[in-house]
């Protein structure tokens, strides 16, 4: 992470690509770049429209307002600090403002970030408040990322949620090991393992360029050490729009054993209008895909209302 991208005219540089492709300003819309070397590698040089580029390359589209896109477009910033309590039975918690990379269609761009823990006796407050809800079976680690904590950490805050009577599951919401699969390590694996709780990994991953034989390696380790593994992707206009796309990411994650769990419409945040894919496009293409694909290696197709007891599911 140390090593990422953070200079736009650097990205153009290594990539080969005119300065034009850049916001004549040069502004970064609110969302400054940040793109790991190991993402930036996948990428194909001297093309403007790679699909890997254009979900980190800042746009002049992100500056126009479009009705309809806001800075919480689910609703997030009114509740608990740290606490996202969207669902019965389950509680997420936003572990930090890190992430390995900056997705310019983030639908937490915007999110107040100061309110995530930082110290142990934060996150102390947070098990508390979790301990005294006993309708909660399941907590979910999401940020940013969580896996840009260090594993002493989070090995601290499994065994600390694992003495929490309700609780039977942990989730972690990661992009880590698409971005940087060296993020999975032995010591990881140890922690997401060594609990009583049963561990959940769903990573998010858009399109199967984002997959190398390193990523390849990162999620075979999750399943061989006995880690159910889910992927979530967002449907994003000139990214992975098409049937075929979509068609060789989920089939290439299933190979991989990885199971196929969301396909999201686009959460309608201010700045990412340009990726929007109408719904009646996404419930077409969904369509094909049942007809190419068994049904487990198709996800379900959904949108994450501002309110209500779960996902709407399209398609």
């Given at each position: 992470m140390a090593e990422a991208?953070?200079?736009p005219a650097e990205l153009c540089r290594l990539l080969g690509l005119p300065l034009s492709v850049l916001p004549a300003d040069g502004r970064d819309c609110g969302l400054?770049?940040?793109?790991?070397?190991?993402?930036?590698?996948?990428?194909?040089?001297?093309?403007?429209?790679?699909?890997?580029?254009?979900?980190v390359l800042p746009q002049n589209a992100e500056a126009a307002e479009h009705p309809g896109f806001s800075n919480d477009p689910v609703a997030e910033a009114t509740q608990s600090p740290g606490l996202l309590w969207k669902y019965q039975n389950r509680l997420l918690i936003v572990a930090t403002a890190g992430c390995g990379v900056h997705c310019r269609f983030c639908f937490r761009r915007h999110f107040p970030?100061?309110?995530?823990?930082?110290?142990?006796?934060?996150?102390?407050?947070?098990?508390?408040?979790?301990?005294?809800?006993?309708?909660i079976r399941e907590v979910i680690l999401s940020g940013g990322d969580p896996l840009t904590l260090d594993d002493e950490l989070l090995a601290w805050l499994a065994q600390r949620l694992a003495k929490i009577p309700q609780l039977v599951r942990l989730r972690v919401h990661t992009r880590l090991p698409i971005m940087i699969p060296q993020r999975v390590t032995?010591?990881?694996?140890?922690?997401?393992?060594?609990?009583?709780?049963?561990?959940?990994?769903?990573?998010?991953?858009?399109?199967?360029a984002?997959?190398?034989?390193?990523?390849?390696?990162?999620?075979?380790?999750?399943v061989e050490a006995g880690i159910p593994v889910l992927s979530q992707s967002v449907l994003l206009r000139g990214v992975n729009d098409r049937v075929e796309v979509l068609a060789t990411l989920f089939e290439r994650l299933v190979d991989l054993r990885v199971m196929?769990?969301?396909?999201?419409?686009?959460?309608?945040?201010?700045?990412?209008?340009?990726?929007?894919?109408?719904?009646q496009e996404g419930v077409a293409l969904v369509e094909q895909?049942?007809?190419?694909?068994?049904?487990?290696?198709?996800?379900?197709?959904?949108?994450?209302?501002?309110?209500?007891?779960?996902?709407?599911?399209?398609?």
């Open positions: 991208v953070t200079k400054p770049l940040l793109v790991p070397r190991t993402f930036l590698a996948r990428m194909r040089h001297g093309d403007p429209r790679d699909p890997l580029l254009l979900q970030y100061g309110d995530s823990p930082r110290t142990r006796d934060q996150w102390g407050e947070i098990l508390r408040g979790i301990a005294a809800a006993e309708s032995e010591e990881l694996l140890a922690w997401l393992r060594g609990t009583r709780l049963t561990p959940v990994v769903v990573v998010h991953v858009n399109h199967p984002e997959i190398d034989e390193a990523v390849a390696g990162a999620l075979t380790r999750l196929p769990y969301y396909l999201h419409q686009l959460d309608r945040v201010a700045g990412a209008a340009h990726f929007e894919v109408p719904e895909l049942r007809a190419r694909l068994p049904g487990y290696a198709v996800p379900r197709y959904v949108r994450q209302p501002p309110t209500g007891p779960s996902k709407l599911v399209l398609a």
